[in-house]
T-cell receptor, first 115, second 113 residues
Framework: DQQVKQNSPSLSVQEGRISILNCDYT??????FLWYKKYPAEGPTFLIS?????DKNEDGRFTVFLNKSAKHLSLHIVPSQPGDSAVYFC??????????????FGKGTLLTVNP | NAGVTQTPKFQVLKTGQSMTLQCAQD?????MSWYRQDPGMGLRLIHY???????DQGEVPNGYNVSRSTTEDFPLRLLSAAPSQTSVYFC????????????FGPGTRLLVL
């Protein structure tokens, strides 16, 4: 039972345009959501997070949106740069209760930004 | 701070051999964990620890052992390697619990022949 789903295995965008990566979750106990970025042969690096009390969080070119009623979050990258080309993982946790011992990860989306 | 470090970077084993993957962190984090990443599978939790002397199983613990004798170190032991354990292994840590932001090491690529 996949509790965190990234339905697009890959996404290709042009440099300077917006990249939108999507993530859906099924566990209503999840209240903390993160995005990680992973380059080949490196470990995942934390990018941005959002708690369930917010619906938007911004950090420079990166914005995460949370729609709790739809159990959906998205990561917007504006403008996209070739250096953003990487695999992006969505992750969720039940920070406020329930299973607070782990993050549950999606399968990842490979973003390619073309010059 | 070096953050989370892992050794070795790459290892080839024969079926039935044992080995230990090392993980260390210098951030005084209480929580540490091991994940494996397989193509199309995302990151799956193997074992985790909420503090020195305390460990527990994650989603895919079979064939692996862990111990946590110090806050800094969290080694992962493969008891008798199998080809199904060919994977990339990541260690991660966070200040208190597994449900907050975790910080990952660079990974160990393991090939079991």
């Amino acid at each position: 039972d996949q509790q965190v789903k990234q339905n697009s295995p890959s996404l290709s965008v042009q440099e300077g345009r917006i990249s939108i990566l999507n993530c859906d979750y099924t566990n209503s106990m999840f209240d903390y959501f993160l995005w990680y970025k992973k380059y080949p042969a490196e470990g995942p690096t934390f990018l941005i997070s959002i708690s369930s009390i917010k619906d938007k969080n911004e950090d420079g070119r990166f914005t995460v949106f949370l729609n709790k009623s739809a159990k959906h979050l998205s990561l917007h990258i504006v403008p996209s740069q070739p250096g953003d080309s990487a695999v992006y993982f969505c992750a969720s946790s039940a920070y406020g209760g329930g299973s607070n011992y782990k993050l549950t990860f999606g399968k990842g989306t490979l973003l390619t930004v073309n010059p | 701070n070096a953050g989370v470090t892992q050794t070795p970077k790459f290892q080839v084993l024969k079926t039935g051999q044992s080995m230990t993957l090392q993980c260390a962190q210098d951030m005084n984090h209480e929580y540490m964990s091991w994940y494996r990443q397989d193509p199309g599978m995302g990151l799956r939790l193997i074992h985790y620890s909420v503090g020195a002397g305390i460990t527990d199983q994650g989603e895919v613990p079979n064939g692996y052992n862990v111990s946590r004798s110090t806050t800094e170190d969290f080694p992962l032991r493969l008891l008798s390697a199998a080809p199904s354990q060919t994977s990339v292994y990541f260690c991660a840590s966070s200040p208190r619990t597994g449900s907050e932001t975790q910080y990952f090491g660079p990974g160990t690529r393991l090939l079991v022949l």
